[in-house]
């Protein structure tokens, strides 16, 4: 079975600086996606970025990248000139190449951004 | 287009009363997911639609908890004789393509469920 670990329940950050949000997972697949998910107050979920396990390159969109260690299974976030509104809770996933597309989740990490 | 819309948004009930969640996916996906969310955790899944069947329904907790879609796109997750800790948000995603896997899923705001 798959697991997906964030290991920082809360975090924050001032506005305009740089934050790293961890995430590690436990898998035998080889095939695989993983992403990075905001849950703002409102409850909607919203992608900010995903990773296909098998590209070497870091994903990233605009100020959000990731670092991608295949062999360590850690799929960290950053956040670049960090905004107001990325104030948020932040979940990582993990979806396995064959199973439907059944996302599992981390436990969250609550970010706050500061004035 | 409209995105994923769930009703009710929020919703109490009893203990042992009988409740139906409604999802309405984007226009044109045809894969569905149900997942739970508890205070304070993570998503967790619990079925997932392909059209009309349940390609997976691995996730769900015990008999009680049941969810059709009969016509490949209004889903609805029954549950039935509730109990207290049935309490969380009930999340419905959607996805684009018939394969599925890789794809992005596009949530719902969620049910509040309540049960007292």
């Known amino acids: 079975a798959q697991t997906v670990t964030q290991s920082q329940p809360e975090m924050s950050v001032q506005e305009a600086e740089t934050v790293t949000l961890s995430c590690t997972y436990d898998?035998?697949?080889?095939?695989?996606?993983l992403f990075w998910y905001k849950q703002p107050p409102s409850r909607q979920m919203i992608l900010v970025i995903r990773?296909?396990?098998?590209?070497?390159q870091n994903a990233t969109e605009n100020r959000f990248s990731v670092n991608f260690q295949k062999a360590a299974k850690s799929f960290s976030l950053k956040i670049s000139d960090s905004q107001l509104g990325d104030t948020a809770m932040y979940f990582c996933?993990?979806?396995?190449?064959?199973?439907?597309?059944?996302?599992?989740f981390g436990q969250g990490t609550e970010l706050s951004v500061k004035p | 287009g409209a995105g994923v819309s769930q009703t009710p948004s929020n919703k109490v009930t009893e203990k042992g009363k009988y409740v139906e969640l409604r999802c309405d996916p984007i226009?044109?996906?045809?894969?569905l997911y149900w997942y739970r969310q508890s205070l304070g955790q993570g998503p967790e899944f619990l079925i997932y639609?392909?059209?009309?069947?349940?390609?997976?329904d691995s996730g769900l907790p015990n008999d009680r908890f049941f969810a059709v879609r009969p016509e490949g796109s209004v889903s609805t997750l029954k549950i039935q004789r509730t109990e207290r800790g049935d309490s969380a948000v009930y999340l419905c995603?959607?996805?684009?393509?018939?394969?599925?896997?890789?794809?992005?899923?596009?949530f719902g705001p969620g049910t509040r469920l309540t049960v007292l």
């Open positions: 226009s044109g996906h045809t894969a």
């Open positions: 996933a993990f979806m396995a190449a064959n199973q439907g597309g059944k996302l599992i």
């Open positions: 990773q296909e396990a098998y590209k070497q």
């Open positions: 995603a959607s996805s684009p393509t018939r394969l599925a896997e890789g794809d992005t899923q596009y």
């Open positions: 639609f392909q059209g009309t069947g349940a390609a997976d």
């Open positions: 898998t035998s697949e080889n095939n695989y996606y």
